[in-house]
C-alpha cells in the first residue's frame, strides 16, 4: 500500500483513495484471527490507489479471533446475530455503521471494495438464514448504509472483480469519479463543465448512449441552472451511465467513429488494417487494447487533438493492463 506521498497519480495533487474491507489487504482481522489477502487489489491496483481499510466487527468491538455472525430473518426483521451465543448485535451494528459511513464523507473517498458474502460488507446475495435453507438475498449492514449515503460512489464486491469486465468498469469508474470529483472542487465553470463532457463522450458512448444524450440538454443549460442542483444531476447522470458495462458492440462503434477522424489521413492499406483489426475485438479474436493502441499511435502520428482529448482511449493507466483481457 502507497504512502500518499508516493502515489503515482500524474496530475493529481492527492492519491485517490478507495475505501476497502481491511481483510482484504491482507490484515487479520477475520472471525478466524485470518485474512482474504486479494493480489490483484494489493500488488496491482495497490500502485495507483491509498487504501481507506475499514473492518465493521472490529470496529464494533468484536474482536479478533471472534465468534462469528450471520443475518437471520426473524418475525421482526432481519437480525445480527451470533448463533452460538445468542449475542445480538443488529442495534450496534447499525449505529455503528451510520457513524462510520458517514465520516468517511472526510476521506475523500472515490470508490469502494467490499468483503463477498459477508453480513456487514456483503453487497449483494448474502445468506440470509430461517427456518428453511439459507436465502441468497441479504446485503450486509455497513454496505447498505454506504450505497444508501454514497449512490455515486463506485462500489463493488472482491469476489465480482475476479470477472474482467467487472473489474474493468469498476476501476474505469473510479478514475472517472476522480476526474469529476476534481472538476468540481472548486469554482467551476460551465466553460469547465463543456470540456469534460466533450472529453467524456466516446467513453460514454461505449457505457451508455442514452445516458451521453441526456446529459446533452442538462450541460446546455449549465448557464442559468441553479449550480448545487447541476451538480447533483449531472454527477448522478455520468457515474449511471459509466456503471453500464461497455459491450463489444458499442465499442465497435466507438472504435468505428473514431475511424472516421482518420478518413483522410490514412491510406487505403492502413485503413483496411485498423478496420481488420476492430473486426478482429468485434468477434472476439482480440482484446480491445489491440485496435486502440493502433488508433492512439494514429493520434500521435496526425496530431488528432480532439482525439487526444477523449478519455476513451486512456480511461486508467496502461499498467493495469485492463483492457488486456476485454
Known amino acids: 500500500m502507497m504512502d500518499e506521498g508516493d502515489a503515482a497519480m500524474g496530475d493529481s495533487e ?13 490484515r487479520k482481522v477475520r472471525f478466524d484471527g485470518g485474512h482474504k489477502r486479494d493480489d490483484f487489489l494489493v500488488d496491482t491496483f495497490g ?3 491509498e487504501w481507506v481499510p ?15 455472525i ?25 449505529a455503528f455503521a451510520a457513524a462510520r459511513v458517514a465520516a468517511l464523507a472526510a476521506e475523500d473517498l472515490c470508490g469502494y471494495v467490499l468483503k463477498k458474502d459477508s453480513p456487514t460488507c456483503g453487497m449483494e446475495r448474502v445468506k440470509v438464514y430461517g427456518a428453511g435453507a439459507p436465502a441468497r438475498s441479504g446485503r450486509g449492514v455497513f454496505a447498505a448504509a454506504l450505497l444508501a449515503r454514497y449512490p455515486n460512489l463506485p462500489v463493488e464486491e472482491e469476489g465480482r472483480l475476479g470477472d474482467p469486465r467487472l473489474r474493468e468498469n469498476f476501476v474505469e469508474r473510479v478514475f472517472a469519479y476522480h476526474r469529476l470529483r476534481r472538476l468540481f472542487a472548486g469554482r467551476w465553470t460551465v466553460g469547465e463543465v463543456v470540456a469534460f463532457h466533450t472529453a467524456h463522450k466516446l467513453q460514454l458512448m461505449a457505457h451508455a448512449p442514452a445516458a451521453y444524450a441526456a446529459l446533452g440538454p442538462l450541460v446546455a443549460g449549465a448557464k442559468t441552472a441553479p449550480r448545487d442542483e447541476f451538480r447533483r444531476r449531472y454527477e448522478a447522470g455520468f457515474m449511471a451511465g459509466l456503471k453500464a458495462i461497455a459491450t463489444a458492440k458499442r465499442n465497435t462503434n466507438v472504435l468505428h467513429h473514431i475511424l472516421g477522424y482518420f478518413k483522410t489521413r490514412l491510406d487505403a492499406g492502413s485503413r ?6 476492430i473486426d478482429d475485438y468485434r468477434t472476439g479474436l482480440v482484446p480491445l487494447v489491440v485496435p ?28 493495469l493492463m485492463l483492457r ?3
Open 14 to 26: 492527492r492519491p485517490i483513495r478507495i475505501g476497502v474491507s481491511s481483510c482484504l489487504l491482507g
Open 47 to 49: 500502485n495507483w490507489v
Open 54 to 68: 475499514v473492518c465493521p466487527e472490529v470496529e464494533v468491538g468484536m474482536g479478533t479471533p471472534r465468534e462469528s
Open 70 to 94: 450471520r443475518l437471520v430473518s426473524t418475525p421482526g426483521g432481519v437480525r445480527v446475530l451470533a448463533p452460538t451465543s445468542g449475542t445480538d448485535w443488529t442495534g450496534a451494528m447499525t
Open 272 to 277: 483496411a488494417e485498423l478496420l481488420g483489426l
Open 292 to 319: 486502440v493502441t493502433l488508433i492512439r499511435h494514429y493520434v500521435r502520428l496526425f496530431d488528432v487533438a480532439y482525439l487526444a482529448g477523449q478519455t476513451y482511449l486512456e480511461p486508467h493507466p496502461k499498467e
Open 324 to 326: 488486456n483481457h476485454v
